[in-house]
């Protein structure tokens, strides 16, 4: 399992931003933190697919101490 740090920003009671600061640009909105987890693991996997199909390296998860995370299959 891959675990990229992730941040999470809760808006004005209507919901939940989360990024992932290694791959700038992917972001997920959604209503709750559950929600948004379970999307940007499939978000995450079709990146790093991309990234394998055009024979680039992915980057590595970089460690912020006390970030959550999200795991992906390696």
């Known amino acids: 399992m891959i675990r990229y740090p992730v941040r999470l920003t809760r808006c ?3 919901g939940v931003i ?3 600061p290694d791959l700038p640009g992917v972001t997920v909105i959604g209503p709750s933190e559950e929600f ?3 999307c940007v693991s499939s ?4 990146i790093l697919k991309a990234y394998a199909a055009e024979d680039r390296p992915a980057p ?5 101490p006390g970030a959550p995370t999200v795991a992906i299959a390696a």
Not at 43 to 46: D, M, P
Not at 60 to 64: A, D, E, G, L
């Open 12 to 14: 004005d009671g209507s």
């Open 18 to 20: 989360l990024t992932v």
């Open 36 to 38: 948004v987890r379970r």
């Open 43 to 46: 978000v995450l996997e079709g």
């Open 60 to 64: 590595s998860p970089s460690r912020i």
